[in-house]
């Protein structure tokens, strides 16, 4: 796990990601949060599409500050965060391309707010799998999905020019 402040609104908390390999209980985790589960606030994202942390914080940044200026889209900032991912405005195709599915494997969570500590406990009693370092993202990314999602050119390969152009991504759906 990884925290962090967003400076611009550093008395929202810090910002908690976590990577989650090996889980067993998406199918549960995905209808906890279809049914409103208010134990389950958290952004729920799967690891496929992730290909680095700036992306996430890219995005729960964009989210918070929505949240601020309640101008939120979805129902909270967590999913939020999870619509923020996509290059879309199609609520209902973000969360479910970039949300955790029944079959999802690897997951990163995302957390608002809240000790650290108590998220990393409260996370290991809902989450069926085994705790990773945020390094991995690369690993766990389905780039191939990756660049149909965000719309990259199949000639582009190199990870660090593939997620500037996915933050760009990110940021202009934000503007619009």
């Given amino acids: 796990m990884q925290s962090f402040t967003l400076e611009l609104y550093p008395k929202r908390g810090q910002i908690h990601i976590l990577l989650y390999k090996n889980v067993t ?11 409103h589960d208010q134990e389950l606030s958290y952004a ?16 729960t940044n964009d989210a918070v500050h929505h949240e601020f200026h309640s ?29 955790i599915s029944d079959s999802s494997t690897s997951i990163v969570v995302v957390k608002v707010g809240g000790n650290a ?4 406990s409260h996370l290991s009693t ?3 799998g085994d705790e990773a ?16 999602y965000y719309k990259i050119d199949d000639g582009i390969n190199d990870q660090k020019e593939m997620l500037d152009l996915i933050v760009g991504s990110i940021a202009i759906k934000s503007s619009t």
Avoid: C, W
């Fill in 25 to 35: 209980n998406a199918a549960d985790l995905r209808k906890r949060l279809l049914s």
């Fill in 44 to 59: 729920f994202i799967n690891a496929k599409v992730v290909l680095d942390k700036f992306q996430l914080l890219v995005a």
């Fill in 71 to 99: 101008s939120l889209k979805t129902h909270n900032v967590h999913s939020e965060i999870v619509y923020n991912l996509s290059p879309t405005t199609n609520i209902s195709e973000s969360l479910r391309r970039f949300g």
């Fill in 117 to 120: 500590e108590e998220v990393r």
């Fill in 126 to 128: 809902l989450i069926h």
């Fill in 133 to 148: 370092d945020i390094k991995e993202f690369s690993s766990s990314a389905d780039i191939s999905n990756m660049k149909k």
